[in-house]
């Protein structure tokens, strides 16, 4: 996105996407520090207030995210939703895990936000109960084997919102492997029956409504 056009969406959201900007520069911070390996790529702050919106739609009490990173987008939910929802979210990456608890230790959100350690492939299979909304900002290659925990793991209403969607359609990570794995999985979410599903052109995200 173009940084006049960036600018100008700040200047209309007024302070509405502000949230938790220090962590957001933690984040890029991090990831300058270690190169090219390091994969902690936090949400767009003008991301920040769909979050309020979809709070709005779905009243949340439970929140699960793949893909935490610093915990950036964690805390922005947490706050969007108020203290009346939990937020377990998922992280593989061992020393990234730790930066977020100690976020969220520091912006006294510790008791409402819980990072679950290892793979999204991994941890979804031992989840419980259902989730108001479904945050995927992980490795969109384990996209396809998410599908029958998100059925299972929601409720009529529920959310999913899916990132990570540009290596199919150009854009950052057009070079990246992974392709058919996030066709497939986008193939399947449009396609099956329990959700309707909307993908965001140019944005690349999805946003899917069980039914």
Not at 129 to 156: A, I, K, S
Not at 186 to 194: E, F, I, K
Request: proline residues 7%; contains cysteine; hydrophobic residues 35%.
């Amino acid at each position: 996105m173009k940084k006049s056009v960036t600018q100008l969406l700040m200047k209309i959201y007024g302070g509405r996407a502000d949230a938790h900007l220090d962590l957001y520069g933690l984040s890029n911070q991090h990831r300058h520090k270690h190169g090219r390996d390091c994969d902690m790529y936090p949400s767009d702050p003008l991301q920040a207030p769909l979050w309020r919106v979809v709070a709005s739609l779905t009243h949340p009490r439970r929140i699960l995210e793949v893909g935490c990173g610093h915990g950036y987008t964690a805390a922005v939910m947490a706050s969007a939703t108020g203290p009346g929802c939990h937020v377990d979210t998922i992280e593989a990456d061992p020393q990234h895990a730790a930066l977020a608890e100690q976020a969220f230790q520091e912006r006294d959100l510790s008791r409402r936000i819980n990072v679950l350690h290892g793979r999204g492939q991994d941890i979804l299979p031992r989840l419980k109960g259902r989730y108001d909304v479904v945050f995927l900002d992980g490795d969109w290659r384990e996209y396809p084997r998410y599908m029958p925990h998100l059925r299972r793991l929601t409720r009529p209403g529920s959310i999913i919102v899916t990132a990570n969607l540009n290596p199919l359609f150009g854009g950052w990570g057009g070079r990246l492997r992974g392709k058919p794995a996030i066709q497939s999985y986008l193939t399947r979410l449009v396609r099956d029956p329990h959700f309707y599903t909307y993908i965001i052109p140019g944005e690349w995200h999805s946003i899917s409504v069980r039914v």
